[in-house]
């Protein structure tokens, strides 16, 4: 059993053949008009260009940031974590690892700052990244120990 497949009706036209003599209706100029820029090989109008009306990026007012210098930087991101939060804990010494696997911070690679929230009557030995003032009187009122990574 053989099969014919054909493309559906009107769906295939022959390519318009411009620049072929006078008789093909684009014959001559072929379609471009005489002389100047836009009827000669390897022209394009500019990117954005409108005809010479005022473009659309002028015509809109400036919104956003204005200093691209050497001001700008890079914000600096930690996660923040409560003394409060570790008196759950039945662990003497903790540490990211220890948070994460308990599902107290979400990503072990950011940075985590110890903030002083919260009562803290607990023994133990913290290592982390960054530690407010407070929280490290308290741990050290405590009994504790605190270890900057």
């Known amino acids: ?19 072929r003599g006078n008789a093909s209706g684009q014959g001559r100029t072929a379609g471009k008009g005489h002389k100047g820029y836009k009827s000669r090989s390897g022209t394009k109008a500019k990117l954005h260009f409108e005809g010479g009306q005022t ?22 991101t930690y996660q923040t974590i409560n003394l409060k939060d570790l008196l759950d804990l039945k662990i003497q010494k903790v540490n990211s690892e220890v948070l994460f696997e308990k599902g107290i911070i979400k990503k072990k690679d950011i940075p985590i700052k110890v903030l002083a929230n919260g009562n803290f009557d607990k023994k133990m030995e913290l290592s982390f990244n960054m530690f407010s003032k407070n929280a490290i009187d308290k741990v050290e009122k405590a009994g504790g120990k605190v270890i900057f990574i």
Do not use: D, E, T, W
Request: glycine residues 8%.
């Open 1 to 19: 059993m053989s099969y014919q497949l054909n493309p559906s009706k009107g769906s295939v036209k022959n390519k318009k053949r411009i620049g």
């Open 55 to 76: 473009p659309l990026a002028r015509r809109l007012p400036k919104r956003g940031m204005k200093i691209f210098s050497k001001v700008y930087r890079k914000k600096s």
